[in-house]
């Protein structure tokens, strides 16, 4: 529901675009249904890679270690003689499981976070501003791995870790949005007709500031992926032998300098278009935020 | 005259409340993390030990005191410059890190400097002229940048640049491994170099930098080309440039009034590359055996020895603050609107 | 016009780079004024103080720049590298010796030596300070001395300048053995006493730091994170002198920057190499690749004290179920064998007879069932991160044991955390290389097998092999021990603590142009007998 809505409604009744139209129109066709599609196509192949006729990704051969790309093994087997391509297909499951969750949790502490901080203003949200501003400053990576150096390395912390970052990028994109709404009148008539502050918040403001998180979702979810590959490759995160592009990075990593370059160039592609696909994906749907007059 | 004086000083003060209160926070979260998460004594006693160190260690770090007394000792250690002993080096975290230091300020210099030197012009030229090839192609190549890890990327340069091709070096750390370092003045390698004439080895220690700081550089710099094209873009197209078209002000004119725009968000946006460079080199630096700060970090956790981990992460908040206050300062000096603003 | 300028500019740039990366000026090299030997490490030395000293890096270090007691003789194979002779012993800080006959008292005659920093002389009082030390640090050096049956020092007495004389509690089969290690040399008891403190009685913390030796190396300077350089001692007893009168130790923490170091001949000797690594390196030109059989045996320890691995048919069925053949002939490429008990096959009274385990599935399951876990059931195994062969190993172990039904998790831990978890038996199951330098099942099984030994990580204990291991500790006649020996492998063979896995080989590789090698029982590297040849 938009602060638009209510004077439409009056109107007579135009045809209203759906999302899809919208983005079509703002991007051309050719770009959105190639993103969409793409992705859409990683995911599910990522959901029905248990089902496919790919060899076991776990199964270790050492008398087929390290051998370069062929008709047998599309992208190679690694040090441990695993086939390749197999990882890199079942890999898609482990990296997009971990970065949605880390980025789901951090969206559910955030928004609420930021819409009350927003709305009550003052000393609290003075407070949540600056630690956010904080958080946002430090190091990632490193604290990251100050962080599961201390707490454990279990893919439980790296998750919670990923989502800590989250928390303040969504508190601070729903309070800039709840600012402005604070005095508008669907607000105010709200609290006139007596609703707890807390209601008004979650039951007028927060499904306002829906549509600029669902549009930063993915991207969220593209640098999650990134964090979560590169704290693998430092070998925090996932453990042998589940597939997971930055691990699968880290256990080729050694063997570039002899040009052997498969076991790592391979999930590191993989990686490389999942995030373009994400973080283009956020890019078209910002066109959905925008205010219209 | 007084009037600008005062308003200087009380921009001023309100940054350095802003600095205090920022690296009061980072301290508080750093703290936080060790002392609630973890027990940092079994992390710091090491794998042979009895009930009596456990209990000795426990009461000299304080543990059995309250926590605000615990985090009064941690600010008291962090402002006498004592970050903990690594556990492995056995070293004061504090010399280790001035050793490694220089290394990955050399690292991440330069690749700022590559970095701007093609995201600055490019992002002009294409916020210029919108829609040309020449923007999409540079948007092209941004996006991939945001796109690529920064530690697979390394490996590529590796893989096509010496494996395959032999362009350059072997990624074996700053400097050919036939080369010997310079003698210590900055402990950068290149200027270290030039200083001491020694122009062999500065070919050598810049050979060893192409690789990682195009690495950076080419993962760090799209935020660079998108905040200049964007602020390009808004210059260009706002009312008082047309105006100043209109009025037939020399292209260079124009130009100038354009740059002094763009120049306050660019800037900043520089000091925020620098400042998330410094923490930022790790995966980098593990792929080209770099020496600097964050190889130190990952080496101490690969031997369960956090405080040097810890300080790492201090010192690169407290640069990135640093860095940002900086570009604030200077963003000020340039647009005096700014320090007119509340938060 | 700006287009234009920035197109030419980025010409300009391109060209520039690529004719950069063709025409490099050559960098001189210096003219080596004495022969110098470079070996890329893969980490700092830890300590220059030899008690202390826990890891291969610092072990090696030291074994050069101190002399020890005794050391083995060798002798050459003839393929390549030469080996340590178990049943030759020599002097080297001890000139010569007197053992009495009933084994219980020896008599040392100390070589004219001086300390490679001081000059001081070695003396009859450096020996006893070194015992004086041993006891008063509670480190590893009184472990090898009480495990000699040299319990106090008052069993030890300087009976002239250059002579000491030891008393044993207890005749010692392992005196020598235990003596040629590298934490056995002398320290500089003089110089020493400068630095003594009242916080820190022994000098430890001046010594982990300083090199007090009297080897055939000393510590020239120490950059650490970065390279150690030692120079050959030239008042080193020994004829004829080291041939390499420098010797510098970079610190290159890859092992694929190692390897490559080496193949482009930046470094004389690469350390620490995978097997896969290792296998590149083979076809290289100038590159020699030495493969030593060694004891060095890679074993899985169960927590024989907690379930699932308190039942010893379930230990029975995994050491049926290990995949011996994938591991020896896959990971190791065929150099490494199957160990065959815990007297590896290369160790004096192995008895190949006594090995009854085969790798057999059915058999494995069979045990289960009848140990009452037909259903399987879930395991976690330790290991080492950042060591690729133990990797390898795990994952064919998993895929092996889902074949019985038993799942195995494997877990990473950093080496601190693993070693933490060995002292505390809190591991279910663990795997790492275990290297007996001391050829003598009795000391192994002192160490490892006994209740409650300082090395037991499995939490095994059988009375009827510590009868067995107490009567070996003090048996010095080769066909007694033999008859023990046999006896003590029946035994823990059939209990199955831990699964042994393979016996690896000792891999080094160099430049083809040195010569010299000289395998020692610990696998350090002895840098005196190299040599570089012009072919």
């Known amino acids: 529901m938009t602060p638009g809505q209510v004077s439409v409604q009056l109107a007579p009744v135009l045809h209203r675009p759906s999302a899809y139209q919208r983005l079509v129109t703002a991007h051309g066709a050719l770009r959105v249904n190639l993103t969409l599609g793409l992705l859409l196509a990683v995911i599910a192949l990522g959901l029905i890679a248990p089902l496919l006729p790919l060899p076991n990704p776990i199964k270790p051969d050492p008398f087929n270690s390290l051998k370069p790309p062929s008709a047998e093994h599309w992208f190679g087997t690694d040090p441990n003689g695993f086939d390749v391509f197999s990882r890199t297909i079942h890999a898609i499951r482990t990296d997009f499981a971990l970065s949605i969750s880390s980025v789901l949790l951090g969206v559910l502490i955030g928004v609420p976070l930021g819409a009350i901080s927003g709305y009550l203003g003052g000393v609290i949200d003075n407070l949540i501003n600056r630690v956010s501003e904080v958080i946002q400053g430090f190091p990632q990576l490193l604290f990251g791995m100050a962080v599961l150096a201390v707490a454990g390395n279990t893919l439980v912390n790296v998750v919670l870790i990923t989502a800590f970052y989250n928390v303040p990028v969504y508190a601070k994109m729903v309070r800039s949005v709840v600012l402005p709404l604070r005095d508008v009148e669907f607000v105010q008539a709200a609290r006139l007709s007596g609703n707890s502050p807390l209601s008004v918040v979650f039951r007028h403001i927060i499904p306002n500031a829906l549509l600029p998180v669902v549009s930063q979702f993915p991207l969220s979810c593209a640098y999650a992926v990134q964090m979560i590959a590169g704290l693998s490759f430092i070998g925090l995160g996932v453990q042998i032998p589940i597939p997971e592009w930055g691990a699968m990075i880290q256990q080729g990593a050694n063997y570039v300098v002899f040009s052997k370059w498969w076991p790592s160039v391979f999930p590191g592609l993989a990686l490389v278009l999942s995030v373009s696909l994400l973080s283009s994906l956020s890019d078209q749907l910002k066109v959905l935020v925008t205010r219209r007059a | ?343 | ?535």
């Open chain 3, 1 to 535: 016009m700006l287009r234009n300028l920035l197109r030419s500019l980025t010409f300009a740039v391109i060209i520039a780079l690529a004719a950069a990366g063709l025409i490099h000026p050559s960098l001189p090299t210096a003219a080596q004024e004495e022969p110098t030997l470079t070996i890329a490490i893969p980490s700092d030395i830890e300590t220059l103080d030899p008690p202390f000293s826990r890891f291969q890096r610092s072990n090696e270090t030291n074994y050069n720049i101190y002399d020890q007691f005794f050391r083995y003789g060798f002798h050459d194979t003839g393929q390549g590298y030469s080996i340590y002779d178990v049943d030759k012993i020599e002097g080297e800080a001890i000139e010569s010796w007197k053992l009495s006959d009933d084994y219980k008292s020896i008599v040392l005659k100390v070589r004219a030596n001086k300390f490679s920093h001081t000059g001081n002389p070695v003396t009859a009082e450096d020996i006893v300070y070194w015992f004086k030390r041993a006891y008063g640090t509670d480190s590893g050096t009184k472990f090898n001395a009480v495990t000699s049956n040299i319990e106090s020092i008052d069993q030890v007495k300087a009976t002239g300048p250059m002579e000491v004389t030891i008393q044993f509690s207890k005749p010692s089969p392992w005196f020598f053995y235990l003596f040629r290690d590298q934490s056995q040399a002398p320290q500089d008891s003089v110089e020493i006493a400068k630095h003594v403190t009242s916080d820190d009685p022994w000098a430890s913390k001046w010594l982990a730091k300083n090199d007090a030796g009297s080897g055939e190396y000393y510590v020239d300077s120490w950059e650490p994170g970065v390279q150690m350089v030692l120079k050959a001692n030239p008042n080193y007893w020994a004829t004829p002198p080291a041939f390499f009168r420098k010797v510098v130790l970079k610190i290159v923490p890859s092992s694929a920057n190692r390897a490559l170091l080496l193949q482009q001949g930046a470094v004389d000797i690469a350390s620490d190499l995978s097997t896969d690594e290792l296998d590149s390196l083979r076809g290289s030109q100038g590159v020699k690749v030495l493969s030593v059989p060694t004891r060095n045996q890679m074993i899985l320890g169960f927590n024989v004290t907690k379930p699932p691995f308190d039942n010893v048919k379930v230990r029975q069925a995994l050491t049926y179920a290990a995949p011996y053949k994938a591991i020896v002939e896959g990971v190791f490429k065929g150099r490494a064998q199957v160990s065959e008990g815990p007297v590896p096959v290369g160790g004096q009274f192995h008895d190949k007879s006594l090995w009854t385990y085969t790798e057999d599935l059915d058999k494995a399951k069979a045990l289960l069932k009848e140990a009452g876990m037909d259903k399987g059931f879930e395991f976690t195994l330790d290991i080492t991160e950042g060591i690729p062969v133990q990797e390898q190993i795990a994952v064919l172990l998993q895929d092996q044991f889902s074949k019985i039904g038993v799942t195995m998790k494997i877990n990473k831990q950093t080496s601190a955390a693993f070693a933490d978890g060995l002292g505390k038996l809190t591991h279910q199951a663990w795997m790492r290389d275990l290297l007996w330098y001391v050829d003598d099942p009795g000391y192994t099984g002192v160490l490892f097998f006994k209740t409650g030994a300082v090395v037991n990580w499995t939490g095994y204990s059988n009375k009827d092999v510590d009868k067995l291991i107490d009567q070996m500790v003090v048996t010095v006649n080769k066909d007694q021990k033999k008859t023990l020996a046999t006896e003590y492998q029946k035994l823990t063979i059939a209990d199955a603590p831990a699964l042994y896995l393979a016996e690896m080989p000792f891999e080094i590789a160099m430049r083809d142009n040195i010569q010299g090698y000289v395998q020692l029982p610990d696998n350090l590297l002895w840098y005196y007998p190299l040599k570089r040849v012009t072919k």
């Open chain 2, 1 to 343: 005259m007084l009037a600008s004086a005062r308003s200087w000083g009380i921009y001023l003060l309100r940054r350095l409340v802003y600095l205090m209160v920022s690296l009061l926070g980072v301290s508080i979260i750093t703290f936080s993390a060790t002392r609630l998460l973890g027990n940092p004594v079994y992390l710091l006693v090491g794998t042979t030990y009895t009930k009596e160190m456990v209990e000795n260690m426990t009461r000299e770090l304080g543990l059995d005191r309250p926590v605000y007394e615990q985090y009064a000792r941690y600010m008291a250690n962090l402002l006498r410059g004592d970050l903990g002993q690594s556990r492995y080096t056995f070293n004061p975290v504090v010399v280790d890190i001035q050793r490694r230091l220089p290394a990955t300020l050399e690292l991440a210099t330069y690749s700022l400097l590559l970095g701007a030197l093609w995201a600055i012009p490019a992002g002009a030229l294409a916020g210029r002229y919108r829609g040309s090839l020449f923007a999409r192609l540079a948007d092209f190549i941004a996006r991939t940048g945001v796109s690529v890890p920064n530690f697979w990327l390394g490996l590529i340069l590796i893989f096509l640049l010496f494996a395959a091709f032999h362009l350059l070096p072997p990624p074996l750390g700053r400097i050919a491994a036939d080369a010997s370092p310079p003698p210590a003045i900055t402990g950068w390698y290149t200027i270290d170099s030039l200083l001491a004439g020694n122009l062999n080895t500065l070919w050598a220690s810049l050979k060893q930098l192409v690789m990682p700081a195009l690495t950076l550089a080419f993962t760090t710099s799209p935020s660079l080309f998108q905040i200049t094209r964007n602020t390009t873009e808004a210059v260009y197209s706002t009312d008082y440039m047309r105006t100043a078209k209109a009025f037939g002000l020399s292209p260079w004119t124009i130009t100038r009034y354009a740059l002094k725009n763009i120049l306050v968000p660019v800037l900043t946006m520089l000091a925020m590359t620098y400042g998330y460079l410094i923490g930022g080199t790790v995966l980098v630096e593990v792929v080209f055996a770099w020496p600097g700060l964050g190889l130190y970090a990952v080496d101490a956790m690969n031997h369960a020895d956090y405080e040097p981990i810890m300080g790492v992460v201090l010192l690169s908040a407290l640069f990135y603050i640093l860095v940002y206050l900086a570009a604030d300062i200077i963003n000020s000096m340039i647009d005096p609107r700014i320090r007119m603003e509340g938060i």
